[in-house]
Structures are given as C-alpha cells and as structure tokens.
C-alpha cells in the first residue's frame, strides 16, 4: 500500500509540472506589453516594444494574408539581443492549434528562451522560411468553432531587419552562449489535402423570398470547409444554411439571384457556369464567391 500510495504521489507531481510548464508559456505568448508603444507596421508584421536602444525587447506580430473566423496569429516575444519566445497571440484562446504546410499537419509548438538558430529549425520557422503557403488552424476557446490563419511566402529576411533595426535582438550572433535544449520535434502526421465548401440558403418572410450563401476559402479538412461555408452564409443572413459539398481539388463558385418571381442560389465549377445555372432560372444574378484548390 505505501508503495502504490508513492507511485500515484509522483504521478501527480509529473502533471501538475506539466501543466506548469504548459501555463507558463501560454501566458508568456498570450501577454502584451502593455507600456509598448508600435515601432513599425506593414502588411505582413506588426512591431511594438518597451525600453530604449540595446535594451529593448520587442513583440513581433506576424500578420497573415488571410484570417477566417479571427484565426490565430504568429508571434515573437523578443528578451534582450540573444533570446526570444514564439508561438501565437492571445494562446489562451485557442484550442488544438496545429501547424499545416506541405499538406500535413503537425501540433504547433511554441517555446520559451531559445536562441534565434532554435527558432529558424523549428518547425514554425521552417514553415515562415519556406516562402510557401502554411496555415496556423485552431479551435476558439470561447465559440467552439474551426478557425484558420493563411501565411504565404512571407519575406522572412526583410522582417528580420526590421526587428533588428527596431529592437536589441539580433538573429545573428558571432559567439551564441550555451542555450538550453528544445523539445525534439514532433513525428508529422499524415499528410492531409486542402479543402473548400459552398453553402446556400433561401427563405421567405411575410411571403417575400430571401438568399444567402456562403465561402469556406481554403481549410485543412471538409469538416471544417463545410462548417465554415455554412457559418458565412449565416452571417450573411441565412437562416436555413446548409453545405452542399466540400472538395479538395478543383474549383466551385456560388452565386444568388432574384427576380419579382422569387430568389435562389445557384453553383458550379466554374464562374461562367455558375452564373449560367443562375440565369436559367429567369433570374438576375450577382458575381459568384468561391475559389479553387490547388
């Protein structure tokens, strides 16, 4: 008895060090600096920082080109010119984030402390050097739903100088001290294909027909394609939305037309045969949304 009541003792201990561990980091990467004023801003990062000169560390927001559903966003905590943190932005409102590039995903981690060779091996860095497109995917903490952030050929070197020329960290050091180790990186998982969805939606108030429909763009699974066509078309205003497929090749357009007879949507593969669907049914029909995999 004294030997299992030791076993579980230590058990316990190695979880509450993990979960330690785990809650230091999100709230080193879900803080801001709250005296920090921006230093630079463009397309692609947003720089703000605290202090002067060679003292001054620095919070380096890697911006994405697209965002569906407010999706998380990259960023680097800068200490001092040798050591920096990373990970994305707000951490605590997100669940299972995950890494996606070259059509496999991986668990997206981030970590504390580490030089700038560290984080350039990482698999984050790797991904922002790769001047290819990656996804950063995640689950709200607060809504539940699938949300993603879009990256894509990103000028790595370009946002290393503009950290340099505004901050005391310097991502290359002649006599870097001793660092401490990273974890080893994670297995990829198997490789997943891009998806998109389309949804549509058409009712009627006090016998007056209505529309609406809905865009997935580009996520890492038809789950998640159909659920976020479907929400778009929601916040569009439809009441009855529903997906009427998802795809990972190809392209699919989606279109809404009116007319005094009544209102509809209509799809296809391609612009063209979208809006001819729509307009076979006597309506007059607005550009289509909608996009293609590649």
Same mark, same amino acid.
Request: charge should be positive; glycine fraction near 10%.
């Given at each position: ?209 209505? #529309?609406?429909?809905?865009?997935? %763009?580009?996520?890492?699974? &038809?789950? @998640?394609?159909?659920?976020? *066509?479907? +929400?778009? $078309? /929601? ?20 279109? #809404?037309?009116?007319?005094?007879? %009544?209102?509809?949507?209509? &799809?296809? @593969?391609?612009?063209?045969? *979208?809006? +001819?669907? $729509? /307009? ?15």
């Amino acid at each position: 008895m004294r030997l299992l009541a030791h076993g579980r003792a230590a058990v316990l201990a190695r979880g509450h060090r993990m979960r330690a561990c785990a809650g230091v980091l999100a709230a080193m990467l879900a803080a801001t600096s709250a005296a920090g004023q921006t230093l630079y801003s463009d397309a692609t990062v947003e720089i703000s920082g605290s202090g002067t000169g060679s003292s001054r560390n620095c919070k380096v927001v890697l911006l994405p080109a697209q965002s569906l559903g407010d999706g998380p966003r990259l960023m680097l905590l800068t200490d001092g010119p040798t050591r920096m943190s990373f990970g994305i932005e707000n951490a605590t409102q997100f669940q299972a984030v995950a890494l996606v590039r070259n059509n496999a995903r991986t668990p997206l981690i981030g970590s504390t402390g580490v030089t700038a060779q560290q984080f350039l091996t990482s698999d984050v860095g790797k991904a922002i050097q790769s001047q290819r497109v990656f996804f950063v995917t995640a689950r709200r903490v607060d809504s539940g739903k699938y949300v993603s952030s879009r990256y894509e050929r990103m000028d790595f070197e370009a946002v290393q100088r503009r950290v340099e020329s505004n901050c005391a960290f310097r991502f290359k050091q002649e006599s870097p001290p001793p660092a401490p180790q990273i974890p080893p990186a994670v297995t990829p998982g198997p490789r997943v294909a891009l998806w998109n969805s389309v949804a549509g939606s058409t009712w009627k108030v006090r016998g007056r027909a209505f #529309v609406a429909i809905g865009y997935s %763009g580009l996520v890492p699974s &038809a789950e @998640e394609a159909k659920a976020i *066509a479907e +929400q778009k $078309c /929601r916040e569009a205003g439809g009441t009855t939305c529903k997906a009427i497929g998802a795809w990972n090749y190809g392209c699919v357009y989606i279109t #809404v037309g009116s007319s005094t007879r %009544g209102a509809g949507w209509a &799809a296809g @593969e391609t612009v063209d045969d *979208a809006m +001819q669907r $729509c /307009r076979s049914m006597k309506y007059q029909c607005k550009p289509p949304i909608g996009g293609c995999v590649e």
